[in-house]
DNA sequence: CTTGCTATGTTATAGTATTCCATATACGGG
DNA sequence: CCCGTATATGGAATACTATAACATAGCAAG
């Protein structure tokens, strides 16, 4: 057992277990679950925190994939258009789905001291921006839901501020 | 009348009241709403619409303001900071808050066709995030809510996909 | 007036993302 | 198997977003 994100947990089975459920899913869309690909997603579980394109692209470049910006961007628009991966607008960075292969609204918790991420679930704010959203006949696709603060880590250090 | 945002209203008296409201605020805070300031807000309450700092920046530019992104950056800081706009992280773009000089917790619905943002308020969201927060043990400070869909005149266009 | 703080302005540079073109690989029909 | 097509990868160049660092100007308290 490790620590990651906020919470602790058995990280060297989550990580197969989600690659595993990556392949599956691909296989049975007829995606491409590609050397790149899946080597973006290793990276990304393997330091479960959010990374940049540009973090992500150096790693690639330093294992013999493309050098070039949109190699990584490519990867990762691919990984989250397929709910592996979330953006987090935040951060301009991206993290591993901890919830693969189902459809979700997801929310997350960023500490503003070491940009640690804990993922969650949005469903109850879609649900409260409901009414709005028809009062106004506006038709919600997405939503990006993202609590700024501090992680119970970095609060018991007495860092806050 | 005149429709902005996704719902109709007086602009005119809507600009005045909340230029009336920032500079009142700043009068009483010992804040300078200098002319630069000022004339980011209005242009800002003009648009009702979010316009990134580069926009801005050439605005400035043409008026005889300073001409380097700085300048933008360090107003809308400003402005940010007190409250009197808000940063829509999934755009890199700032509008005017329409409820000025009361701390709230804005959510903001974005149409992904003609990029129109209207704001509501997020109270619930932060309600509903509490208890994963408070199990992780996380303090929330701030919250991000931004719905991704499609407005209503847009739809009547018929454009979506 | 002088001192210190805030605000404005500029140059330069850093960080993030996309457009466009070329090559390569996978896939399905013939 | 071969070919045509769609998908995937690689890269050059460029656009867009943001900050660091430094210089000058305005203002207010002492
Ligand atoms: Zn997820
Ligand atoms: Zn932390
Ligand atoms: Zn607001
Ligand atoms: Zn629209």
Do not use: W
Not at 77 to 86: A, N, T
């Amino acid at each position: 057992m490790e620590s990651v994100g906020m919470t602790a947990h058995d990280h060297g089975s989550c990580k197969a277990e989600r690659l595993a459920a990556a392949h599956g899913f691909c296989d049975a869309h007829r995606l491409h679950f590609t050397a790149v690909r899946r080597r973006v997603f290793e990276i990304l579980l393997d330091e479960h925190k959010a990374l940049g394109a540009y973090d992500i692209l150096a790693r690639l470049k330093a294992e013999g994939f493309g050098s070039q910006p949109p190699v990584a961007y490519r990867t990762l628009d691919f990984l989250v258009k397929h709910g592996f991966v979330h953006r987090i607008e935040r951060l301009n960075a991206y993290v591993a789905c901890v919830h693969p292969c189902e459809t979700h609204d997801p929310a997350f918790m960023i500490c503003r001291l070491c940009n640690t991420v804990a993922e969650t679930s949005a469903l109850p704010s879609r649900g409260m921006l409901g009414p709005a959203a028809r009062e106004a006949g506006f038709e919600i696709e997405q939503t990006v839901v993202e609590a700024i603060g501090v992680c119970p880590s970095c609060r018991a250090e007495g860092v806050a501020g």
